[in-house]
């Protein structure tokens, strides 16, 4: 199956510092990637679907100034919590769908990013 | 809007026995997807089965099927000779107009 590289799995930052976090498709072209956020023992939440080359579409209650989704390539997109804060504390993943194919319609998943923000 | 709603927060099930997990969905789309990921305690996801809404037939992967209702708007997944490895967080997602979301989970128990 394709494979979906999120990095870093954990990172720990200071409270109003930035954090980048990278999703990498590594044998697929991504044509759309999507980010969610999980709390403890609940569901993943849609925070913004991103299509290469275009701008990301933040669902609704989710701050697009705070969450910025770059999509430059058909096989990268990062998410960068800016100004960061201890509620921004959470596990963030990442999702790829191909371009096209029999496996159009499967999303593959990275393997998260816990960030804690002391 | 798109909801998918898990009713069942838990659910256990003694080994070698079968369970079902059930899963509604809202759409006024007539083509989507749906699937039931499997959430380990690593919380990497793992795609379990998949189910285009064009096809009638219900999927099945080994262990794993589905009983998809179109009409009932309804998804649940069968799994049979539950093994000690099925433990983990279960969510029933849909794809449609561009959007993957998920239910709330369920949370399988596998009792030896």
């Known amino acids: 199956g394709a494979v979906v590289s999120q990095h870093p799995s954990w990172v720990i930052c200071k409270s109003g510092t930035s954090v980048k976090i990278e999703c990498r498709s590594l044998?697929?072209?991504?044509?759309?990637m999507f980010w969610y956020r999980q709390f403890p023992k609940q569901s993943l939440m849609l925070m913004a679907t991103s299509n290469e080359g275009s701008k990301a579409t933040y669902e609704q209650g989710v701050e697009k100034d705070k969450f910025l989704i770059n999509h430059a390539s058909l096989t990268l997109s990062t998410l960068t919590v800016t100004s960061a804060h201890p509620e921004d504390s959470s596990f963030y993943i990442c999702?790829?769908?191909?371009?096209?194919?029999?496996?159009?319609?499967?999303?593959?998943f990275g393997q998260g990013t816990r960030l804690t923000v002391v | 809007a798109q909801t998918v709603t898990q009713s069942q927060p838990e659910m256990s099930v003694q080994e070698a026995e079968t369970v079902t997990l059930s899963c509604t969905y809202d759409t006024s789309e007539s083509d989507y997807y749906l699937f039931w990921y499997k959430q380990p305690p690593s919380r990497q996801m793992i795609l379990v089965i998949r189910q285009e809404a064009y096809k009638q037939q219900n999927a099945t992967e080994n262990r794993f099927s589905v009983n998809f209702q179109k009409a009932a708007k309804s998804f649940s997944l069968k799994i049979s000779d539950s093994q000690l490895g099925d433990a983990a967080m279960y969510f029933c997602?849909?794809?449609?107009?561009?959007?993957?979301?998920f239910g709330t989970g369920t949370r399988l128990t596998i009792i030896p």
């Open positions: 997602g849909y794809f449609g107009n561009e959007k993957l979301t």
């Open positions: 999702s790829a769908r191909t371009a096209g194919g029999e496996e159009d319609t499967e999303a593959f």
């Open positions: 044998d697929f072209q991504a044509t759309t």
